[in-house]
């Protein structure tokens, strides 16, 4: 099947986002309403709110999260659009790039030239065990929950069967939440915007604080390894291997190419944008791939018209450190098999060739479900713009993208981005 | 507590109850009616034999509500011999043991408890370890 191009220009010309993290204070509403100003700041010419003209809003389960449901023109009301389009996209842990690719299909199709994507989930009201049983209905309940399986335990799965073919060690997976929080340090939106190192320092501060004999860690990978310091969650997916439970939300906004100039000479253009679905977990005949993954991708090369070298940044779905790996692979940045080899490597580093998740990721930025496939397009932007501060990759960003993922790849959505000045 | 929903399952969790398609002679789990090979209505029952391997594992410890009574445990993608993948708990296995490859066997056990100590109680397959 060939693949069309869009029948007409789209580009990304303001983005934004709230801080990530967890806010009592705070509920869904309040943090978009963060994520919506700081996007209509970044809009270089500035930005009258009466141009737009639809809103696609990603949002998990605000039922389940929030005890709200109808999100879309709530939020839309609540940052003055009402009475414009809105509507609510729901694909688990993709409804953000699955909302962002609706707005880009409904400009591309000629119906709208400017359109708002936002994403947004509200996940700490709940306790933990509650915030499980709502992350859970993104698998197949009857068939997979039933088991007693978490989706720390898919995804712990999908390690076993990758470390038995390519011979990778638990121990090589660290390097992928190593390098996450180096990058979330330098990120100040990010939850645990801070380095291993620091926080293994600030555990035996705490101690010695209290007067408990400081624990004696020689290392990170000492700190680790230790069971109390990083419990296993499911083996061989520890407590550092798995994004955290966050509050967030993030905006971007979208403009027809011929109307781009209205507001910014410095717009980033979609190139690519697609989409691929599969089966759950028990329907694959591999596991050490995600087959959604590998076709979205290389639709969106087609799309775009470019192969996986000419691409400088990827912001990819780390909802654990194994899904990094095997996406840094699904995208063919690396061979399959090498991704673990290239995290070890530093290929994946800021400084690396092949800079994966310079946001720190949902592993240390954290993980609002519905608004992370939309933060994803937020640090591609600040990236391609060089606006990323002290976590600025060197040298130019001309082509980045995005890999948004639901569940254990039920749904994969993948976005490539163009530097257009 | 949402009977129904367990009780229209109770061919498959009892009996590991799927189907097999007319067309192409694929057998499917869990059912669905369409045959996800051929595309061709696939509604005739079959019944597995419960035999297969373990084809990945995991052991959880942090384990969802009416799970944690018996955390840690073992699941597993179990490859049944006529061809699809299960998902289920293993159960009287020393996790140690276990290891992708490992012949299993189904056995019907209690899966989980709905609620408090007077919810229903959810049974279903499991696997354990065959010789």
């Known amino acids: 099947m060939p693949i069309n191009k869009l029948p007409r220009g789209v580009a990304i010309v303001g983005a934004g986002m709230s801080k990530f993290g967890a806010f009592p204070d705070k509920n869904g509403r309040d943090l978009f309403v963060e994520a919506y100003k700081e996007m209509t700041r970044s809009v270089d010419k500035g930005l009258d709110p009466s141009a737009i003209e639809c809103f696609y809003l990603g949002n998990f389960s605000s039922d389940l999260f929030e005890r709200q449901g109808h999100t879309a023109p709530l939020l839309a009301d609540a940052v003055g ?78 390690a076993t069967a990758y470390m038995a073919r390519y011979g990778m060690k638990p121990e090589h997976l660290m390097n992928v939440a190593i390098k996450n929080h180096d990058n979330g340090a330098l990120n100040p939106k990010a939850q645990f915007g801070v380095t291993i190192q620091k926080w293994m320092e600030g555990r035996v501060a705490a101690a010695l604080k209290k007067g408990k004999p400081a624990p004696a860690w020689s290392d990170i990978w000492d700190f680790l390894h230790d069971d109390s310091a990083n419990p296993m969650v499911a083996w061989p997916l ?77 912001e990819v779905h780390d909802c654990f450190t ?87 790849g039920s749904t994969c959505v993948v976005h490539i981005y163009e530097r257009r000045d | 507590m949402e009977i129904a929903r367990h009780w229209r399952l109770k061919q498959q969790r009892y009996g590991l109850v799927g189907e097999v398609c007319p067309h192409c002679d694929v057998k499917i789990f869990p059912p669905r009616d369409v045959c996800p090979e051929c595309g061709g209505e696939a509604k005739t029952l079959y019944t597995f034999s419960g035999k297969g391997e373990v084809y990945s594992y995991t052991t959880i410890y942090e384990a969802p509500a009416g799970y944690d009574e018996t955390a840690p445990y073992t699941v597993a993608l179990v490859k049944l011999e006529e061809g699809p993948l299960v998902t289920a708990q293993l159960t009287d296995v020393d996790e140690e043991s276990v290891q992708i490859g490992m012949p299993v066997e189904m056995v019907t056990r209690k899966l989980r408890q709905d609620g408090d100590e007077r919810g229903m109680l959810v049974y279903g397959y499991k696997f354990r370890k065959s010789t």
């Not at chain 1, 400017?114 to 509200?122: D, I, M, P």
């Not at chain 1, 989706?151 to 799965?157: I, K, M, Q, R, V």
């Not at chain 1, 989409?275 to 993954?293: I, K, M, V």
């Open chain 1, 322 to 408: 194994i899904a990094e790996v095997v996406a840094s692979e699904d995208i063919d940045f690396f061979a399959p098999g090498e991704g673990f080899k290239a995290a070890e490597d530093g290929m994946t580093a800021r400084e690396g060739a092949k800079p994966i998740n310079t946001s720190g990721g949902l592993k240390s930025k954290g993980h609002p479900v519905g608004a992370s496939g939309v933060a994803q397009a937020v640090e591609v932007w600040k990236q391609m713009r060089v606006e990323a501060g002290e976590r600025q990759v060197p040298g130019d960003v001309p082509l980045a993208m995005t890999h948004n993922v639901g569940a254990t």
């Open chain 1, 81 to 158: 659009l009402t009475p414009i389009p809105a509507a609510r996209v729901e694909n688990a842990c993709a409804s953000g790039a699955t909302a962002l690719r609706q707005g880009v299909i409904a400009i591309a199709s000629g119906l709208y030239d400017v359109v708002l994507v936002g994403g947004a989930e509200k996940m700490t009201n709940l306790p933990t065990a509650d915030v499980t049983d709502t992350l859970a209905t993104a698998a197949d309940v009857p068939f997979e929950i039933a088991a007693g399986f978490t989706f720390p335990g898919f995804y712990a799965a999908i």
């Open chain 1, 238 to 314: 520890r407590l550092f291997d798995c994004s955290p439970i966050t509050d967030g939300a993030s905006a971007v906004l979208l403009v027809a190419e011929e109307r781009v100039r209205e507001f910014t000479d410095h717009p980033i253009r979609i190139l690519g944008s697609a989409q691929a679905s599969d089966a759950a977990l028990h329907d694959r005949a591999d596991l050490t791939s995600l087959p959604a993954a590998k076709l979205a991708a290389s639709r969106a090369y087609e799309m775009a018209g470019v192969t996986p070298k000419d691409i400088r940044i990827a």
